[in-house]
């Protein structure tokens, strides 16, 4: 199976003869039209689409704010945190309860460096020489591990 090559191109090594211009720009010129025609197409074809939706009526919970999820961006940094200082501040030098039902409370820290100095910290109460002041655990109390 041989092709024909003219012979002036044979001796040149490429060949003579060129392009058609106005083939190669027709059909360029017809890729663009289809392009065009198939893009009006699904144009058509996805506004309709659209229309035919219908639109569902917003519930009233949709219709209220909902605040973004946290951590939320400070508008006032500075003044949020003077107003943690200022409750801060106001539980160290104030009388209150903690836990009411098992009887814990917050005292001003004043009184409390007071009452600290007056009877110092507590500690442990210290054993004889070699004796443990608590169990470490089951292996130490009953000679061998469960």
Not at 10 to 32: P, S
Not at 44 to 55: A, F, G, W
Not at 101 to 113: R, S, Y
Not at 115 to 139: N, V
Request: with cysteine.
């Amino acid at each position: 199976m041989s092709i024909d090559v003219d012979q002036v191109s044979k001796e040149k090594g490429f060949e003579q003869q060129d392009a058609n211009v106005r083939g190669i720009v027709y059909v360029g010129i017809g890729l663009v039209l289809g392009l065009l025609v198939c893009l009006g197409g699904v144009h058509l074809v996805l506004d309709s689409y659209e229309k035919s939706i219908p639109t569902p009526l917003a519930t009233a919970l949709e219709k209220q704010r909902a605040l973004p999820p946290e951590p939320r961006l400070q508008a006032d940094p500075a003044r949020e945190a003077g107003r943690i200082l200022d409750q801060a501040r106001a539980q160290l030098i104030s009388l209150g309860w903690i836990d009411r039902h098992k009887g814990i409370v917050h005292i001003p820290i004043a009184d409390a460096k007071a009452a600290l100095a007056r009877t110092g910290w507590p500690s442990r109460a210290r054993g004889r020489p070699g004796e443990k002041p608590y169990p470490l655990s089951l292996q130490d109390t009953q000679g061998r591990a469960r």
